[in-house]
T-cell receptor
């Protein structure tokens, strides 16, 4: 079946550097994408989202890029801080064609920030 | 900031027992969800709930599972006759908008860890 996946399971970056977390999706019917951050012992926390009619969206220190041609999603974190250390999940909201919309999560990338 | 709260944070149960996980969604949200995450694996959709009935459910959500909104604030997940493979973190979530709105932001609770022995 189609699924959301991640290129890199772990990522270590120096504090102050920029981080880029990648995600590949295979379901062309996906129309909405979300990045979640999950800190240890906590639930997923919304970071930023993007609709399929956009290719870039910026938030505070975060940018999401969507390349529908290659079905690729990325999360860029500027000036990474120790508090950014967490597991990052991409998720896609897909209409299965039967009126069913579900969030499908990727496996996650663990971001470790080196002080 | 409004939160989704879940209880208990951790429950240990014997195989075959029934467990009820409780959630208090954000008060003005209309859509409610349960997801689960087996250790080291993806967050998986279980069920969505709207207007006092199940909207969608995944293949995981079989007859062993049920959900209920017994009053105006709580949303529960009942797991009957628990199995070892039910051990996971169960996340409740709620949203103001519908899943097909094109901007369905879910707010997740901190999760309830279920350990089946």
């Amino acid at each position: 079946g189609e699924s959301v996946g991640l290129h890199l399971p772990t990522l270590s970056v120096q504090e102050g550097d920029n981080s880029i977390i990648n995600c590949a999706y295979s379901n062309s019917a996906s129309d909405y994408f979300i990045w979640y951050k999950q800190e240890s012992g906590k639930g997923p926390q919304f970071i930023i989202d993007i609709r399929s009619n956009m290719d870039k969206r910026q938030g505070q220190r975060v940018t999401v890029l969507l390349n529908k041609t290659v079905k690729h999603l990325s999360l860029q974190i500027a000036a990474t801080q120790p508090g950014d250390s967490a597991v990052y999940f991409c998720a896609e909201n897909t209409n299965s064609g039967a009126g069913s919309y579900q969030l499908t999560f990727g496996k996650g990338t663990k971001l470790s920030v080196i002080p | 900031e409004p939160e989704v709260t879940q209880t208990p944070s951790h429950q240990v149960t014997q195989m075959g027992q029934e467990v009820i996980l409780r959630c208090v969604p954000i008060s003005n949200h209309l859509y409610f969800y349960w997801y689960r995450q087996i250790l080291g694996q993806k967050v998986e959709f279980l069920v969505s709930f709207y207007n006092n009935e199940i909207s969608e459910k995944s293949e995981i959500f079989d007859d062993q599972f049920s959900v209920e909104r017994p009053d105006g604030s709580n949303f529960t997940l009942k797991i009957r006759s628990t199995k070892l493979e039910d051990s996971a973190m169960y996340f409740c979530a709620s949203s103001l908008t519908s899943p097909d709105s094109g901007a369905n932001v879910l707010t997740f609770g901190a999760g309830s860890r279920l350990t089946v022995l």
